[in-house]
């Protein structure tokens, strides 16, 4: 066999080396007295490495191998189907309605009649204010009622026993004038007690503290025994928490130039796409594959936030099954253009340039064809092909390694192995 050039340059140095000690040691010899014979009988096997030379070796090696033949590959047809492009984002799940309870009459805390963490129903009963005192004014403003009222009744009474008077000239205007003041006044009385007593009916309701909404309550952050307020020179005690849990919202921020892709994509018509009301968008939690939850936009803010140039959009999710919790961050997709019909192919097949990607693409009489290609997302496990192939394209999936772009090779064809996308249709094989 051959050597390289590199090996035969180490040969000849080799060489040089082995002549030159047998010289030397010839002339030893000849000094030594061993004369003529002794110095043919040093120099000789430096010769016979010099005449076999670099090219020579065994009988076997002399042969060289045959010719080759073409290189095996395995070429397949890239799959099609119907994509979509998805834009992911970070989303975080907040709650549609969230309420502080807080006491709105000052007191001390009679009882707690929930426990941390349940569910609760609009209208259920939470805390009780001690409720004497209210009861103790309510009492109090019921009885300036009756008091005003009987007022009320005397100077009604005044006022009917001075009209015939009055006519009879028994008595002044001025004084039956004042009769009728006098039962004005007491009128008016009248609709103050009642007012009193309609306050004070109010503040006694409130000293029973029902849900405002239905949702999940936290900790309660009062116990019984001690005093809440209820504002005037403090600040109203917070009792506790509630959030509603069905639906939720789910809030994300997309780029400037996103937000203008979707605006010019609902311009041109196009439906379904991100940033239109009513519009899909999947989500899933971080423990979760594929993107198994599905909900709706129903918000986008009317302004983008200039500190990260980006615009909050939000979505309504169900949440029938309490599986999500506010706070909680999730994943989130939206399509990001129209479904398109495209060409899809395994990402070990493109290989890598400088400039561009491309593929190795088998004519059919067996030569190698190198595809220069535009590459999109990956869907269902598959890269999508922009550009740069066709349908009918024997496209090299096996053997790259072997094949050699303007060389023959020798094709084994098979259909694209393909799994079932996540989410979507399998992809269709070229036979």
Do not use: C
Request: aromatic share 6%; hydrophobic share 40%.
């Amino acid at each position: 066999m051959p050597l390289s050039r590199s090996q035969s340059s180490l040969f000849r140095r080799f060489a040089g080396f082995a002549v030159a000690a047998a010289v030397a040691a010839g002339g030893w010899a000849f000094i030594s007295g061993k004369g003529a014979g002794g110095i043919w009988a040093v120099l000789e096997p430096a010769l016979n490495v010099l005449a076999l030379g670099p090219e020579r070796g065994t009988s076997q090696q002399r042969k060289g191998p045959p010719a080759g033949a073409p290189a095996a590959v395995t070429v397949s047809k890239p799959a099609t189907r119907e994509v979509v492009e998805w834009d992911e984002y970070t989303g975080r799940l907040e709650a549609m309605e969230t309420v502080e309870v807080r006491a709105r009459v000052a007191g001390y805390l009679d009882r707690v009649h929930f426990k941390d963490g349940q569910l609760v129903n609009k209208g259920d009963l939470l805390y009780t204010i001690d409720p004497r005192p209210f009861e103790r004014t309510l009492d109090q403003a019921k009885a300036e009622v009756a008091q005003a009222q009987t007022k009320l009744d005397n100077s009604q009474k005044d006022v009917e026993r001075g009209k015939p008077l009055v006519d009879r000239k028994f008595m002044s205007e001025k004084v039956f004038d004042d009769r009728e003041n006098l039962k004005r006044d007491a009128e008016a009385s009248l609709k103050v007690a009642q007012a009193k007593v309609r306050t004070s009916e109010l503040d006694l309701s409130f000293t029973r503290i029902t849900a405002p909404i239905s949702g999940r309550i936290s900790r309660s952050v009062i116990t019984a025994g001690n005093y809440v307020s209820a504002g005037g020179g403090a600040q109203p005690t917070l009792l506790t928490t509630i959030v509603s849990q069905n639906p939720i919202h789910l809030y994300f921020d997309v780029s400037e130039a996103n937000a203008l892709k979707y605006r010019r994509l609902t311009m041109t018509g196009s439906k379904g796409v991100a940033g239109e009301q009513g519009s899909i968008v999947e989500l899933a939690l971080p423990d979760e594959k594929g993107y198994p939850h599905r909900g709706a936009v129903d918000f986008a803010d009317n302004r983008l936030d200039q500190s990260t140039g980006t615009l909050r959009l939000r979505a309504v999710v169900d949440n029938a099954k309490g599986l999500f919790s506010v706070g909680m961050f999730a994943r989130v997709r939206m399509a990001g253009a129209a479904p398109y019909q495209a060409l899809l192919l395994p990402d070990s097949v493109f290989g890598t340039d400088q400039a561009s990607k491309f593929a190795l693409v088998v004519a059919d009489d067996g030569t190698v064809q190198r595809r220069i290609v535009t590459l999109g997302p990956i869907d269902g496990g598959l890269r999508v092909v922009k550009s740069g192939l066709k349908a009918e394209d024997w496209v090299v999936v096996k053997g790259l390694q072997r094949a050699r772009p303007g060389q023959k090779v020798n094709p084994t064809r098979e259909p694209l192995q393909v799994t079932e996308a996540p989410g979507g249709p399998r992809p269709k094989a070229a036979p």
